[in-house]
């Protein structure tokens, strides 16, 4: 029996007190392997081997939104084992640094949302949580209250 191991990097970009969240495109859902019923998404993708996280991270960040972004710290770790396959996904506030949302393929629309709008969306618990953990860290930043 083959098994496979992954690592994936996402991230929560937040500009102007509000976060990007993507909608995968149909073709995008039809041929993943892993999770082709989640229309949601975050920016990021697979790290190639040798790649550092943040080098891979700001690389699929530019090919899905082409925007340019500064990464802070971790928000979340998520392990996904499913059909012999062992996905760890890491997930990681970052910040708006410059460019305007042009998506690839990959994803169809696009929307930044308040801390409120995420609050009361229909974003899977996960993505909220990433989402609102990256807003509250963020204000943290702003308020120099971490580095």
Not at 37 to 43: T, V
Not at 73 to 81: G, K
Not at 92 to 97: D, G, P, S, V
Not at 115 to 127: D, F, Q
Request: glycine letters at 6%.
């Amino acid at each position: 029996m083959k098994r496979d191991f992954a690592i994936a990097v996402k991230a929560v970009i937040v500009k102007d007190e509000k976060v990007l969240v993507l909608s995968r495109s149909q073709d995008e859902m039809n041929c993943s392997y892993m999770n082709n019923k989640q229309k949601w998404d975050l920016p990021g993708g697979g790290l190639h081997f040798y790649e550092h996280a943040q080098d891979g991270l700001c690389r699929e960040i530019k090919e899905e939104t082409n925007l340019e972004v500064f990464v802070g710290e971790p928000v979340s770790l998520f392990d996904v084992i499913k059909n012999h396959i062992h996905l760890c996904i890491f997930t990681y506030a970052c910040r708006w640094k410059g460019g305007s949302v042009a998506l690839s393929e990959e994803h169809d629309a696009f929307v930044w949302m308040t801390k409120e709008e995420v609050t009361l969306s229909a974003l899977p618990n996960w993505m909220k949580r990433d989402l609102l953990r990256a807003l509250d860290r963020d204000k943290n930043v702003q308020k120099g209250e971490i580095e």
